[in-house]
Nanobody
Framework: QVQLVESGGGLVQAGGSLRLSCTAS????????MGWFRQAPGKERAFVAQ????????YYADSVKGRFTISRDNAKNTLYLQMNSLKPEDTAVYYC???????????????????WGQGTQVTVSS
């Protein structure tokens, strides 16, 4: 059973930056495609970014392209999301998720992921 623990959320002013981390336990992290999703109050969970098992095959939602960067360190079993130029509409609970596969195509549907973290709150004030 893989467990994911997110950290790094918080309150930031518009235009600021935050770096989220997601640490995985278990041996499957390096064989897993990983993603970040977010859920704002009253809205469905939405895709943010995805990275393949080797660190390639990266995809972003249009709303975060050019501002967010997803990366991973398989030696540390850790996934990252660097968020710059934050906007109030980025306010949400951010979740990391994983799917044990080496097939790299885009998986923007939350139902395609096998395991999830508990989420970390990101609040951007105007």
């Amino acid at each position: 059973q893989v467990q994911l623990v997110e950290s790094g959320g918080g309150l930031v002013q518009a235009g600021g930056s935050l770096r989220l981390s997601c640490t995985a336990s278990g041996r499957t992290f390096s064989n897993s495609l990983m993603g970040w999703f977010r859920q704002a109050p009253g809205k469905e969970r939405a895709f943010v970014a995805q990275i393949g098992w080797s660190g390639g095959n990266i995809y972003y939602a249009d709303s975060v392209k050019g501002r967010f960067t997803i990366s991973r360190d398989n030696a540390k079993n850790t996934l990252y999301l660097q968020m710059n130029s934050l906007k109030p509409e980025d306010t949400a609970v951010y979740y990391c998720a994983g799917k044990e596969t080496r097939w790299p195509w885009l998986r923007a549907d939350a139902n395609e992921y096998d395991y999830w973290g508990q989420g970390t709150q990101v609040t951007v004030s105007s």
